[in-house]
């Protein structure tokens, strides 16, 4: 389109203000950039002043391209907004989990599974932001090596809990984790299924299998949330279909879109490193035989949230990604 599309970001928080740093960075091509709340009010996002309008149908006429970043279930936007915003027009990208596991709905990472766009119904959905940044680095292993199972802990920023999070660590807000997050470790993110997995674990085991589309995969997860502002690390520890070396899985990893290799194992990436940069960044990997592991770290706004959303928006129109 020569004149740029018209889009829209629904949702004024941690992920609404990196969507549209996003958009500014890659330089999408915008006509106009309306961003869309509960409440209208002047914001501030990336830096940039905004006149933010009210989330409703109306808002959505001559939108071209709609990313959704406003919190999920019955109250959140997507829920109540996101099938208004395709009735005129609009092609969602929905950083919820509303509708991830919808057999109709691309679940995409572009570096892993871009062609899962075509024949797309005016609505996609971006992963979990602890499975996009895991999926970068197994596709590439996957490809090479085959893979059988998957067991990762991971250690999540409190930015992933929106603005919310955020005031817990900086502010000991109370009503956002089950336990004082300052100073701890807290191994319960969302709610505990009947299989014990918290609804965050399960996301990564049914995401990955989707995204990967290994719908069998063994996939282990437990999820921390820690006190770190920004930047979700992951232990991953893997079994592969065929036996590899040290260089053969360095190779892989190093050559791989959307990965940047941290150098050999005394070298490592930390969230703070990682935060601000759209790479997955990998670390202290280990080989023996069949079993790999290593450490992951990305910025859980943008390759987990922005940066992935606007490189599905890029796929779209055909734009870079
Ligand atoms: N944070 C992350 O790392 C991350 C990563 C991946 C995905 N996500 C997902 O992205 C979404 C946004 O997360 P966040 O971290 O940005 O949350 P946040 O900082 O809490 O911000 C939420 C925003 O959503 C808006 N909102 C809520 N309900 C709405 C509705 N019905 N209509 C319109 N706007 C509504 C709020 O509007 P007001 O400002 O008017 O209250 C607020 O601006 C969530 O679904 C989250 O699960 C987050």
Redesign the pocket.
Same mark, same amino acid.
Do not use: I
């Given at each position: 389109m020569a004149d740029g599309y018209t889009v829209a970001v629904?949702?004024?928080?941690?992920?609404?203000?990196?969507l549209v740093a996003e958009l500014r960075r890659r330089e999408f091509p915008l006509k106009e950039l309306r961003v869309? =709340?509960? !409440?209208a009010?002047r !914001?501030v996002l990336a830096g940039e002043e905004f006149e933010?309008g009210? %989330?409703g149908p109306e808002a959505f006429e001559g939108v071209d391209i709609a990313f959704?970043?406003?919190?999920?279930g019955e109250?959140?936007? =997507?829920?109540?907004?996101a099938r208004e915003a395709i009735a005129r027009g609009a092609t969602v990208i929905?950083?919820? !989990?509303?509708f991830r596991l919808d057999p109709e709905v691309p679940l995409v990472v572009p570096e892993v599974n871009a062609d899962a766009l075509k024949g797309h119904g005016g609505l996609v959905a971006?992963?979990?932001?602890s499975t996009?940044q895991m999926v970068v680095t197994l596709a590439p292993l996957a490809r090479e090596f085959g893979l059988r199972k998957v067991v990762v802990s991971t250690y999540q %920023?409190v930015?992933?809990?929106?603005?919310?999070?955020?005031d817990a660590l900086e502010n000991g807000r109370e009503d956002v984790y089950p336990k004082p997050i300052l100073g701890n470790a807290i191994p319960l993110i969302g709610g505990v299924g009947e299989d014990g997995y918290t609804s965050e674990e399960t996301k990564m085991r049914e995401e990955s299998r989707k995204i990967l589309g290994l719908p069998d995969l063994e996939v282990y997860a437990t999820a921390v949330r820690i006190p770190v502002h920004?930047g979700?690390s992951e232990s991953i520890y893997i079994e592969t279909e065929r036996e590899a070396t040290l260089p053969e899985v360095l190779d892989a990893l190093r050559d791989a879109p959307g990965v940047v290799f941290s150098g050999e194992a005394d070298d490592f990436p930390t969230p703070l490193e990682a935060a601000g940069d759209p790479g997955t960044f990998v670390g202290r990997v280990r080989v023996e035989g069949d079993r790999v592991q290593y450490w992951c770290v990305s910025d859980?706004?943008l390759k987990?949230?922005?940066t992935n959303a606007v490189q599905i928006a890029e796929s779209l129109v055909g734009a870079r990604v």
């Open positions: 629904v949702g004024a928080g941690m992920v609404g203000d990196r869309l =709340a509960r !409440s009010r !914001s933010v009210v %989330a959704f970043a406003g919190t999920e109250k959140g936007a =997507a829920v109540q907004l929905d950083n919820g !989990s509303d971006n992963p979990n932001c996009s %920023a930015s992933g809990s929106g603005r919310g999070g955020v920004t979700h859980n706004l987990g949230a922005a």
